[in-house]
């Protein structure tokens, strides 16, 4: 069994925030637009514990629970937000909320 | 009491009298609830003065009696103090005397048409000199006698207050005219004796014919005052001064800054009589007299008879130096004269209103007395003005005694055989008729056949003018008698209805009659022919009183005594001729006049209509330069002014188009192109802001991808 290594997890945490990016680039739901960005936080949080681990230093780790700490609020406050726009404009599409064009 | 030093309260009086009548009249004298009530009545009567018809609307009240015993008084106070003054006048060796009250036009300097420098200065004067001395007792003297005749005429009319209020305001007016200094003054009185007029001429304003005639009156007194106006100017700008006696001495003395030449000198005299004609009647200005015989009928007598209208003879009379300078002008004013006179008289012989007759009669009359002032025989001219003012107001008063006792009649057709019901009126209108025809020992015959000598011996005279004026005094002795025998004589035609209230005037109008009769017949005595030379100096005692004032006593005629006498046997002649013929067509045969009438059916048909003169003036006049006039000028005013206006509003709308379409393209333009190619540049950039989130969101992952590449690559 090959041993994971740091690479594994740089790659893992690549393809991740990939896989994020363009979900939130491509897809219209503006639920899913979160959930995407979920993906690429994670994707982050996966590369800063890879590096903690490799190096010995806890800040990656410290890091990492400020991220999620961040990410449980962000959701919070998107999801609000996501409920406000929808009461008002009945939809969650993001190409149909286009009010920000000169 | 020194009456010369009093003169200037002789007009004063009757000016009191005026205020009195017309601010507290109303009082003295309370109307019936309506004067216009009245106007039914009145124009029941016809033309005529309605004091008959007006019996029942007005019952005196006690103190109207005031205003009778004022009013007359007055000017009888005046008529004393003008005799006094003239009294005392006679005894100055001068026989003039001027006194100057105060300044009334301060002095103000100006440049006269010499370029001179002079000073316009008028006082309030006073001139009492021969000629002005005749002109007061004239006008107190005849005003007085008639002020009594109108409290009996007037009795039973509305607006009585009113009337003696204006006559005596006339009396005041005329006296300031006659005693006046200077020519600006006495065109106050002018001024105000033609207002005078036209406010009586218009008393029964209620009736149309009578305010229409008032301002004929009105309108064609303009019209002549405008000649005098400008021979005023001429006056001052050539003279220097408008002083009665300043102008004689400088004209006399022939020391007078005149470069021009004596036509200035002819131009100023025939303006000033343009004047004169305006306010005596003569043609072309006559027509307002006629008509002005809308005013009760002892208006007629003093204002349209006696005296007002003679103011043009005196004003000329007055300017008899300058006169006496141009012998074109006194042409002119003896033409004028003598055609005005056989004009007036050709029309006079066929009318049938009483007053019309005696007012046509008075033009002619008026014509005489220019013809004399024409010829040079200026004391003649004023000789006749006395003699006529007693003649032509007796006979006045009397038709207005004749209408009085007809109930308001004036057509002389509806009239006849009168002697017997009004005894007195008929006496002394038949004085009075004599007296006009010219038959000798009474008035008109000395001064008229004086006239006809001057006009024939004069050097200004001739022939012609004398001929015109024996036909004129034929014509005039045919029309009064024609009068006379249509009213007094022959068959009643008088209506039924006016038959039964025939009576003879009460004593207050007939003594004034009597008087003036008494005047017609003796005022004449006091300027006799000079060929009745037994009759002594006393009896040419007018033309000496005149003669300081005209310095008469130049050249002698060197016509012999035989000629003047035949002369004046034929005058007598014509004049029993044309008195015969009246009472042998009127009384003997009326069947004669009708034939005639019907032979010469447009003859008459002309004078009966006045020879056209009012059809042709309203014609040239009052449509062609009036009405025509004003559509000219309506024209005018459209196309002109009104095309300068609509022009300016035109060209600002033009220019304001312009200036919008540069607003619009070139500031605008240049505003709207530089927004529009900064938005042309723009443009691509905008194409960026799509809107949607995505897409940002896609710039900055491109944006940071290219950050990342760049610094891989390096």
New interface residues.
């Given amino acids: 069994m090959l041993p994971v290594t740091t690479i594994h997890y740089v790659a893992l945490s690549a393809a991740l925030l990939l896989i994020g990016?363009i979900g939130?680039?491509?897809r219209?739901n503006i639920v899913i637009?979160l959930m995407s960005i979920e993906l690429m936080l994670n994707a982050v949080n996966i590369n800063l514990i890879a590096f903690s681990h490799a190096w010995h230093n806890v800040n990656g780790q410290v890091f990492a629970i400020f991220v999620i700490t961040d990410a449980v609020a962000e959701a919070a406050v998107g999801l609000g937000i996501l409920i406000a726009l929808f009461r008002n404009k009945e939809t969650v599409q993001?190409?149909e909320?286009?009010?920000?064009?000169? | 009491m020194n009456f010369l030093d009093l003169i200037w309260l002789i007009p004063l009086f009757p000016l009191a009298g005026a205020v009195l009548m017309l601010l507290t009249g109303k009082l003295l004298d309370p109307q019936p609830p309506s004067d216009v009530a009245v106007a039914p009545g009145v124009e029941l009567g016809g033309a005529g003065d309605p004091p008959a018809q007006s019996h029942a609307h007005h019952h005196p009240g006690a103190l109207q009696n005031l205003i009778r015993v004022i009013c007359p008084g007055m000017v009888l106070v005046s008529c004393i103090f003008s005799a006094g003054a003239v009294w005392q006048l006679a005894h100055l060796t001068k026989r003039v005397y001027e006194v100057r009250q105060f300044t009334w036009i301060g002095a103000m300097p100006f440049h006269m048409a010499n370029g001179h420098l002079a000073t316009f200065q008028v006082d309030w004067g006073f001139l009492l000199d021969p000629l002005s001395s005749v002109m007061i007792l004239v006008v107190t003297g005849v005003g007085f006698l008639i002020h009594v005749y109108s409290t009996g005429y007037m009795a039973h009319d509305n607006g009585f207050y009113r009337f003696f209020g204006y006559l005596n305001l006339f009396v005041f007016f005329m006296l300031m005219l006659v005693l006046a200094n200077n020519y600006t003054l006495l065109f106050v009185g002018w001024e105000g004796v033609g207002l005078c007029s036209y406010l009586l001429i218009g008393f029964y304003y209620h009736k149309k014919s009578a305010g229409d005639a008032g301002k004929k009156a009105f309108i064609v007194n303009r019209v002549g005052d405008t000649g005098f106006v400008l021979g005023m100017l001429l006056m001052l700008s050539v003279l220097g001064t408008v002083r009665f006696t300043d102008v004689n001495a400088a004209l006399r003395s022939g020391q007078f800054p005149v470069e021009a030449g004596y036509g200035v000198l002819t131009a100023m005299a025939l303006l000033m009589f343009f004047g004169a004609t305006g306010k005596s009647a003569q043609f072309p200005l006559y027509v307002w007299l006629p008509d002005a015989m809308e005013g009760p009928t002892p208006v007629s007598a003093l204002i349209h008879a006696a005296t007002m209208v003679t103011a043009g003879v005196y004003m000329v009379a007055r300017s008899s130096a300058l006169f006496q300078l141009t012998p074109v002008a006194g042409m002119w004013v003896a033409g004028i004269g003598a055609f005005t006179a056989i004009f007036a008289a050709t029309i006079a012989l066929v009318q049938n209103d009483i007053k019309r007759v005696l007012a046509y009669s008075t033009v002619s009359q008026l014509g005489y007395m220019f013809l004399a002032l024409g010829v040079g025989a200026y004391w003649v001219a004023i000789f006749h003005l006395f003699t006529h003012a007693f003649f032509k107001a007796l006979l006045f008063l009397g038709s207005g005694s004749v209408i009085h006792a007809m109930g308001g009649e004036q057509d002389m057709r509806y009239m006849g055989a009168l002697k017997k019901k009004i005894p007195i009126t008929h006496w002394t209108m038949w004085v009075g008729s004599v007296a006009i025809a010219g038959i000798p020992g009474l008035a008109g015959f000395f001064s008229k056949d004086e006239i006809l000598w001057q006009a024939f011996s004069s050097p200004k005279g001739s022939t012609a003018l004398w001929a015109v004026g024996l036909v004129t005094a034929a014509m005039t002795a045919f029309y009064m008698w024609r009068l006379m025998n249509m009213t007094f004589y022959g068959q009643s035609r008088v209506k039924p209805a006016v038959a039964v209230h025939l009576h003879e005037s009460p004593a207050v109008m007939t003594w004034p009659l009597i008087a003036l009769a008494a005047g017609s017949v003796l005022a004449g005595w006091l300027g006799v022919p000079k060929l009745w030379s037994i009759f002594g100096e006393g009896f040419r005692a007018f033309p000496r009183w005149l003669a300081p004032v005209f310095l008469l006593g130049g050249a002698e005629s060197e016509h012999p005594a035989s000629t003047e006498w035949s002369l004046m046997i034929l005058s007598v002649a014509i004049a029993a001729g044309g008195i015969s013929l009246a009472y042998y067509l009127y009384s003997k045969r009326p069947d004669i006049p009708d034939r005639i009438l019907a032979r010469f059916r447009p003859l008459y048909t002309v004078l009966y209509n006045k020879w056209y003169v009012d059809e042709i003036y309203d014609f040239l006049f009052v449509n062609g330069l009036c009405k025509g006039g004003g559509s000219a000028m309506a024209e005018f005013d459209r196309t002109v002014v009104d095309g300068g206006v609509n022009g300016a509003g035109w060209l600002t709308r033009f220019s304001a188009t312009v200036s919008m379409w540069w607003d619009t393209w070139i500031v605008d333009g240049a505003v709207r192109f530089t927004s529009f190619s900064v938005k042309l540049l723009s443009y691509p950039a905008?194409l960026l802001?799509?809107?949607?989130?995505?897409s940002?969101?896609?710039f900055v992952?491109v944006g940071l991808l290219a950050f990342l590449g760049y610094y891989i690559a390096r």
């Fill in positions: 990016t939130v680039l491509t219209r637009i993001a190409d909320i286009d009010l920000l064009k000169w | 905008c802001e799509s809107g949607r989130v995505q940002y969101a896609l992952v």
